[in-house]
């Protein structure tokens, strides 16, 4: 099964600042990798799909880049809404695997 | 809107059987993937499996082959997730959730999501 690293596990900005989280894949996963964003006592919420596509609804603050093995969530101004936990999430192959999750927490 | 509704909590004791379910609404349900996806207290998410509802097409994560049933009756438009036997570490969340994108399984990751459900399993 393919193994997705997120770094750092606990990231500290402030808000307006730039926030750069990370996700690596032990093997290819081509394009197919997702970014969900998790808030406290809800259910997880699709923000980046296809690496770099955003979902219906997500504000163009967020973007996504990376393919292969290397993938980047970026918020590019913090606000209150988006402290939460980011997980990325591949699509390329069985069975379906997470990261472990980056903390994004206020500074 | 798109709805996934799951059935509410659950506390059971250990070696007990339980079925918990997600119903989609407003949305051709036989046509979309629906995936589960575990999440532990104070944990990370965790995929165990996706059924497609149209013709019981199920795939399962190594991890929680043999442990759970993925199901689904699309004749009201639900699909299940099963333990013939709990233990005390299948207490967390379970959420279902569904992609965008009709068709080629669950390309695209899962826009909607149920509620989830809470199962709590001791003795």
């Known amino acids: 099964e393919i193994v997705m690293t997120q770094s750092p596990a606990t990231l500290s900005v402030s808000p307006g600042e730039r926030a750069t989280l990370s996700c690596r894949a032990s093997?290819?996963?081509?394009?197919?990798l997702a970014w969900y964003q998790q808030k406290p006592g809800q259910a997880p919420r699709l923000l980046i799909y296809?690496?770099?596509t955003r979902a219906t609804g997500i504000p163009a603050r967020f973007s996504g880049s990376g393919s292969g093995t290397e993938f980047t969530l970026t918020i590019s101004s913090l606000q209150s809404e988006d402290f939460a936990v980011y997980y990325c999430?591949?699509?390329?192959?069985?069975?379906?695997?997470f990261g472990q999750g980056t903390n994004l927490e206020i500074k | 809107e798109v709805q996934l509704a799951q059935s509410g909590a659950e506390v059971k004791k250990p070696g007990e059987s339980l079925k918990i379910s997600c119903k989609g609404s407003?949305?051709?349900?036989?046509?979309?993937?629906i995936g589960w996806v575990r999440q532990m207290p104070g944990k990370g998410l965790e995929w165990m499996g996706i059924?497609?509802?149209?013709?019981?097409?199920?795939r399962y994560s190594p991890s929680f082959q043999g442990q759970v049933t993925i199901s689904a009756d699309k004749s009201i438009s639900t699909a299940y997730l099963q333990w013939s036997s709990l233990k005390a570490s299948d207490t967390a969340m379970y959420y279902c959730?569904?992609?965008?994108?009709?068709?080629?399984?669950?390309?695209?990751?899962?826009?909607?999501w149920g509620q989830g459900t809470l199962v709590t399993v001791s003795s």
């Open positions: 407003r949305y051709s349900f036989n046509s979309y993937w």
């Open positions: 296809g690496a770099s």
């Open positions: 999430q591949q699509y390329n192959n069985w069975p379906r695997t």
């Open positions: 959730a569904r992609p965008d994108f009709r068709g080629d399984y669950d390309s695209g990751g899962y826009f909607y």
């Open positions: 093997q290819s996963v081509s394009g197919n």
């Open positions: 059924i497609y509802p149209d013709d019981s097409d199920t």
